[in-house]
């Protein structure tokens, strides 16, 4: 009897071992997938890491060495296309002088919705009414996206008074367009004296020394301060702001990269 009892103590002291080495051997492999789980999200974000900090965030991959590729000079050539046969004039302005309806943009050169603008509404509007003699487009200065830039306040007026001096070539709008479409990223500083320089180089026909000369010119950064005045006496403070001006008066100042039919519609407003 007592052997009896014996071994059934000894049998369920058994049981409860090959249970408690179950529930070991099952909590170490949810430790282990744990582990796992953690080590693969590690190696994922270091990954990214990696891929953006090699991608430079996108366009911010900018540079002034970029400016001699292939994609660089085909960029330009699309900008020659858009603008050929249209009048500019030295104050950066698109078009016939007797059109009878001006849209301003106040811009910054290194501004993402500004590129947007650009390649949408802004590019319908240059192939639609400014080409037809319809609009005549002028560009001015506000300073936005530039000023999250490490040394944005001091590069925004001399990024600007390079876009005036090809304006002083008839080349204004070449420059303009050219930056915008090899933009960096927002928040770099990937404008310097060779980027500036390199986008010069990429304006077909721009008499490089003589641009050269007159970007420094004390001037054409008056001209820009004057435009950033000219938009905080209006409240101005995003860009793209588009003003729209005919015979019929002002519409409402446009805000951001709109649609074409919008910036249509104000036009048609002040016809």
């Known amino acids: 009897m007592a052997s009896r009892t014996k071994q059934k103590e000894e049998a369920r002291a058994r049981r409860v071992a090959e249970e408690r080495a179950r529930a070991e051997r099952a909590a170490r492999q949810r430790r282990l997938r744990i582990v796992g789980g953690v080590a693969l999200i590690a190696i994922v974000i270091v990954a990214v890491a990696i891929a953006v900090s090699s991608s430079g965030g996108g366009s911010g991959s900018a540079s002034a060495a970029s400016l001699t590729s292939a994609a660089a000079k085909?960029?330009?050539?699309?900008?020659t296309s858009a603008l050929s046969g249209?009048?500019?004039?030295?104050?950066?302005?698109?078009?016939?002088?007797?059109?009878k309806v001006t849209v301003t943009e106040f811009g910054d050169l290194e501004c993402p919705?500004?590129?947007?603008f650009a390649a949408g509404a802004g590019s319908q509007l240059i192939a639609n009414d400014v080409r037809s003699g319809k609009v005549k487009l002028i560009y001015r200065s506000l300073p936005t996206a530039t000023g999250s830039a490490p040394d944005g306040a001091t590069i925004f007026p001399v990024q600007q008074a390079a876009a005036l001096a090809a304006g002083e070539q008839a080349r204004g709008w070449n420059y303009i367009l050219t930056f915008y479409k090899l933009q960096g990223q927002?928040?770099?500083?990937?404008?310097?004296?060779?980027?500036?320089?390199?986008?010069?180089?990429?304006?077909?026909?721009l008499d490089f020394a003589r641009w050269s000369t007159d970007r420094t010119s004390s001037s054409l950064t008056q001209q820009v301060g004057a435009d950033v005045a000219a938009a905080n006496a209006k409240g101005f403070n995003s860009t793209p702001t588009i003003v729209v001006q005919g015979p019929k008066g002002q519409a409402q100042p446009i805000v951001g990269a709109v649609d074409y039919g919008t910036l249509e519609s104000a036009i048609n407003s002040v016809s």
């Open 113 to 116: 919705i500004c590129r947007d």
């Open 74 to 79: 085909q960029s330009a050539a699309q900008v």
């Open 186 to 205: 927002e928040g770099t500083d990937y404008v310097n004296t060779a980027f500036l320089n390199g986008i010069a180089r990429l304006v077909p026909g």
């Open 86 to 99: 249209i009048a500019q004039s030295g104050n950066n302005s698109l078009g016939s002088g007797s059109a």
